[in-house]
């Protein structure tokens, strides 16, 4: 059974604020809370209409009605766990890495979490207004790639100027992003959905790279960023040895 | 005012049974909605809490209450229309195609169409079995793109055996994608998100396609398909003449 207080605890996972206040995020389903556990993710409480035998007090057997009630999901799945939002670990310098300037929807940065853990970049830089990475959201749709990601929240001007990394940047008056070579270590700068890469870290970059448009359309709308990284992921690690 | 017969309309076009059966579909926001119109798409109703003059029959100034009523979106936009469904134009058989076996998820079908728009890709092929195109959640995904993207839906496996165009296929165990320079006019075959391309499809293809994994992790949880053809799509376009 679940009690009121652990309902009134899940539902407000949901905000950011409690989740800081906390340190307590949400996972659903036994895919990612198996991914998590196995990443190491210390366990709060499991709640599941499938346990059997509850071999420890964090696990909690729950009915369906239950479950809907504390799912956040549309079609909840048979269970949903708390983790511990992990330590930040030690920042790396090196290496390709992906810094995200204000990325705002969470599907976004789910499917650019996912993408670097496809090509192997090990550290994500996020500025402090970019989606927060234990929204439900993004939990849901990295499908567990965000335990393989060291995922970093802080001023990107301060980071870009500390890194000794090059650094590019997706605009879309750049030099042709199939017209050069490029490193394998590098940080790549994205910009929020609407605005592109703010004026100050537009300041910083060392090149600008564009990914060119073939198709007839006039108009200045561009490609979505989360596909725009893809291309650009591609771009970088077609030179590498694997 | 809207009429109940209107509200009913409108609500049965969120299924593709009655989109088909009345040859209409629903797109929201004066952008999509310009865009749509601009293009040429014949308008059978226009909704707008933001009307002054409604110069024609089919404008109907309407009340935020009522468009809330009407609209498919969380967060209703200023206007909603239903336009006709456009006559199916002469099927192409040159130039760079996109097929899509299966694939479910409207939002991947409507990422797909932007960047078919993108990079130049003017015929869509859709399996039967893939997401209708005209679901309210494709309209709004692709923001206007759908006009320009020549959309067919027919079996996959005629259309392939009828086809002059080198056809390639994104599979798990293929040729490196980095490793080979493509030609311009080609078939890009993308599968299902969760099987694939199917085993039909797969018997058809001249050539199949691996984007490799440069990351740590050992499992088979493939990138997502549309990021996967954003990365097909760019190294098919690399080698292009602008």
């Known amino acids: 059974m679940v009690s009121k207080s652990q309902i009134k605890l899940i539902t407000s996972l949901q905000q950011k604020k409690y989740r800081d206040k906390t340190g307590l ?4 389903g036994p895919k990612v809370i198996a991914e998590l556990q196995t990443a190491g993710l ?41 983790f511990e939002i992990p330590k930040q670990k030690e920042i790396q310098t090196n290496g390709l890495q992906i810094a995200l300037d204000a990325v705002r929807d969470p599907g976004n940065l789910g499917t650019i979490i996912r993408l670097c853990d496809w090509f192997g970049v090990t550290q994500l830089i996020c500025s402090p207004d970019t989606a927060d990475c234990f929204n439900p959201k993004v939990i849901q749709a990295t499908m567990g790639s965000i335990v393989r990601i060291q995922i970093v929240y802080c001023s990107l001007s301060e980071y870009i100027k ?40 537009m300041g910083l970059l060392h090149e600008k790279i564009t990914i060119p448009q073939f198709g007839v359309r006039q108009d200045t709308e561009s490609l979505n960023v989360a596909t725009a990284t893809a291309i650009l992921l591609s771009e970088f690690r077609r030179f590498t040895e694997r």
Chains 1, 2 share one sequence.
């Open 25 to 28: 995020f949400v996972a659903e």
């Open 42 to 82: 210390k366990l709060y409480a499991h709640f599941s209409t499938e346990f059997t035998n509850t071999a420890s007090e964090k696990e909690v057997r729950i009915s369906e009605a239950e479950l809907q009630k504390i799912s956040f999901l549309k079609s909840p799945n048979t269970s949903l766990a708390i």
């Open 162 to 201: 500390n890194s000794p990394l090059p650094v590019y940047g997706a605009c879309m008056e750049g030099t042709n992003v199939y017209s050069a070579k490029y490193p394998e270590e590098a940080l790549i700068v994205m910009g929020n959905e609407a605005n592109g890469i703010s004026k100050e870290i």
